[in-house]
């Protein structure tokens, strides 16, 4: 074979090649809405909203709290959430999630993973951590599938 045959198969190769590839998604938009999610879902905490909470979990979500049992499904998460984030309000406290930390979406599946702050009404921090929401997209809608988190702080004797 000449040189030029080999060179053009070697391109017609590559050409074919490249053209399986699969394309690279842009995964911006869906991770901009998963990174509003935190903020959003600690303003309606802090206002003490069970019914937009609730609202950002699909109905076989889970949630996992920390020192207490899973709540799976929308009715266990609203009565966890209504009851914390009224304990929460009757001590003065505030939960703050200022945005999102790591955020990534791969298909159907995202997450996002941060840091919180709990503060006192003057504002000194009561409590700190972390926590990680897997989000889930159906019908073109992201909403939490999983989600936890944890206190830095040690446990209380």
Same mark, same amino acid.
């Given at each position: 074979?000449?040189?030029?045959?080999?060179?053009?198969?070697?391109?017609?190769?590559?050409?074919?090649?490249?053209?399986?590839?699969?394309?690279?998604?842009?995964?911006?938009?869906?991770?901009?809405?998963?990174?509003?999610? +935190?903020?959003?879902? /600690? *303003?309606?905490?802090? @206002? =003490?909203?069970?019914?937009?909470?609730?609202?950002?979990?699909?109905? $076989? %979500?889970?949630?996992?709290?920390?020192?207490?049992?899973?709540?799976?499904?929308?009715?266990?998460?609203?009565?966890?959430? +209504?009851?914390?984030? /009224? *304990?929460?309000?009757? @001590? =003065?406290?505030?939960?703050?999630?200022?945005?999102?930390?790591?955020? $990534? %979406?791969?298909?159907?599946?995202?997450?996002?993973?941060?840091?919180?702050?709990?503060?006192?009404?003057?504002?000194?921090?009561?409590?700190?951590?972390?926590?990680?929401?897997?989000?889930?997209?159906?019908?073109?809608?992201?909403?939490?599938?999983?989600?936890?988190?944890?206190?830095?702080?040690?446990?209380?004797?």
């Amino acid at each position: 074979m000449s040189a030029l045959r080999i060179a053009t198969a070697a391109t017609a190769a590559l050409l074919m090649l490249a053209g399986c590839q699969k394309a690279v998604d842009d995964t911006s938009a869906d991770e901009a809405v998963i990174r509003m999610s +935190a903020p959003a879902w /600690a *303003a309606a905490y802090n @206002a =003490g909203d069970a019914d937009a909470l609730v609202a950002m979990y699909w109905d $076989d %979500a889970v949630l996992q709290p920390p020192g207490a049992k899973a709540a799976a499904g929308r009715t266990a998460i609203r009565a966890f959430l +209504a009851a914390d984030c /009224a *304990a929460t309000r009757g @001590a =003065g406290l505030t939960m703050n999630i200022p945005e999102a930390g790591a955020v $990534d %979406a791969s298909g159907d599946l995202a997450y996002e993973a941060g840091s919180y702050t709990v503060t006192d009404a003057s504002g000194a921090t009561v409590d700190a951590g972390k926590y990680i929401g897997v989000f889930q997209k159906r019908d073109g809608k992201w909403l939490y599938i999983r989600d936890t988190w944890n206190s830095d702080m040690p446990p209380a004797p």
